[in-house]
Nanobody, 122 residues
Framework: QVQLVESGGGLVQPGGSLRLSCAASGSIFSIYDMGWYRQAPGKQRELVAA???????NYADSVKGRFTISRDNAKNTVYLQMNSLKPEDTAVYYCNADVLRSDVAASSSVYWGQGTQVTVSS
């Protein structure tokens, strides 16, 4: 079993900052890519940012220059630092991870967290 648990969401005013965390636990041998997605009401889930095990990153155009993704491989944790938040950033944010399990002889699988709400409003 592998679990991803997100934290750090909440209500923030426009222009404010939040830091999301996502910790993976369970039968983990190795984690490849990790990422953050978001889904606003009535919209499809979209990629926000992703980071490889080597630290290479990519971002959605809408968050470039405002959000920073990072990871701590020793802690199996991925972070999303969100600055200069806008009302259009309001969404449920989900983390995911491509995990090679230590207890199953198989290729890697993608796991998702339960989501954390981010609301940007005055």
């Amino acid at each position: 079993q592998v679990q991803l648990v997100e934290s750090g969401g909440g209500l923030v005013q426009p222009g404010g900052s939040l830091r999301l965390s996502c910790a993976a636990s369970g039968s983990i041998f190795s984690i490849y890519d990790m990422g953050w997605y978001r889904q606003a009401p009535g919209k499809q889930r979209e990629l926000v940012a992703a980071v490889t095990s080597g630290g290479s990153t990519n971002y959605a155009d809408s968050v470039k220059g405002r959000f920073t993704i990072s990871r701590d491989n020793a802690k199996n944790t991925v972070y999303l630092q969100m600055n200069s938040l806008k009302p259009e950033d309001t969404a449920v944010y989900y983390c995911n991870a491509d995990v090679l399990r230590s207890d199953v002889a198989a290729s890697s699988s993608v796991y998702w967290g339960q989501g954390t709400q981010v609301t940007v409003s005055s």
